[in-house]
């Protein structure tokens, strides 16, 4: 639009010529937004209002009467409010920059200022209490121009060939060699104790394993050798109980033959001799009798009659027994028993007809003397 101005974000606006608006200023001050200027009658001019940047390399002489050089960088820039815009603009419009000049030389004195009444190694260790004392003392000034500093950098500090700094720094040097070497021995020496656990760690974990290894492979070997000697084992032990049963087979098959030939040789042979023996026996108490027999008055008959009868009564008992299926346990003395037996036998009925016959002869003598009585007295 014809004769409106704006002034950029970074910039402000001096409008001069006519009075109204500017007060005790030479010009009016216009910033963020724009203004009506009329040609001719008024003048537009614009002041930078963006960050700027001013350089210090200056030589200064310490409190103990040293030399160094000090390098520093500065970064101010025009205030924001109208009071420094106008110092700014009055001061600074025509040539901007000579504000990086000016504030240059002023910070440059400062410094000087301020460094004369330190010592090197106030100035070396303490380098942001030098920049605040010297921002300190140059804010009155730097303000009655209309500028105002952000910050204030100590970039370097030398001192020539002089080499006290460096003479300065020498015992923290070697302090801190020797705690580097310290360090660095004790890194040399974790490194290996480390290494050597390490290496302890890899023998006992090779020493573990050799050792399960070795029983392992000794167990294979047993293993094996189980395996190996199961077979013929297994056919020994297989063997072994062949010939036990063959053994056992023998020993039964022996004494079915012996109890074969006992029952087929030595029983009938033994029967026989018992039975003679019986007979011996029988014919021995049929001699006793007739001799109690002959001994006697009034039984001769009959007792004679019962001896003849009693071999015949024994052998009868022995044919039985000859022919008879008998299982003796106890062998010779079973046989006697069997024959005694026998004997006995033939005894008991001996006896038991003799019994017989003595009471019907007792009772017909006593039927004989009954009628002897009955009769009376025979003269």
Known sequence: MFGYRVPAPDQAMLISGGQRGMGAAPFRVVTGHGAYVLPVFRKTRFL??????????????????????????????????????VNAGQRFLSDQDQMSVLTGR?????????IGS??????????????????????????????????LQIQSIDDGQTGYISAMAAPHQAAIQRQAKIAQAQATQA?????????????????????????????????QAQAAQAGPLAAAHAQQEVLTAQTELAQRAAGLRQQQLVAEIVRPAEAEAERIRVLALADAERMRIQAEAAASNDRVALDRLLIDQLPLIVKEAAGGLAGAN????????????????LVGQGLTILDSVRQNLGTSHSRADRDGESRKRALGPVD
């Open 118 to 151: 330190m010592t090197v190694e106030e100035i070396v260790t303490e380098r942001q209490k030098l920049a605040t004392e010297v921002l300190d003392t140059s804010k009155a000034e730097m303000g009655k121009i209309g500028l105002i500093v952000d910050s």
């Open 106 to 114: 002023i910070f440059a004195g400062h410094l000087r200022s301020i």
């Open 326 to 341: 008998v299982n003796v346990l106890n062998g010779a003395d079973g046989l006697g028993e069997i024959a005694a037996g």
């Open 191 to 223: 490194s290996v104790e480390a290494q050597q656990e390490a290496e302890r760690n890899q023998a006992e974990y090779a020493r573990r394993t050799a050792v399960v290894r070795a029983q392992y492979n000794a167990e294979v070997d047993r293993v």
């Open 48 to 85: 930078t209002l963006a960050m700027c940047e001013a350089e210090v390399d200056e030589n200064c002489v310490t409190h103990q009467g040293i030399a160094l050089t000090v390098r520093a960088v500065i970064a101010f820039k025009v205030g924001n409010d109208k009071e420094s815009i």
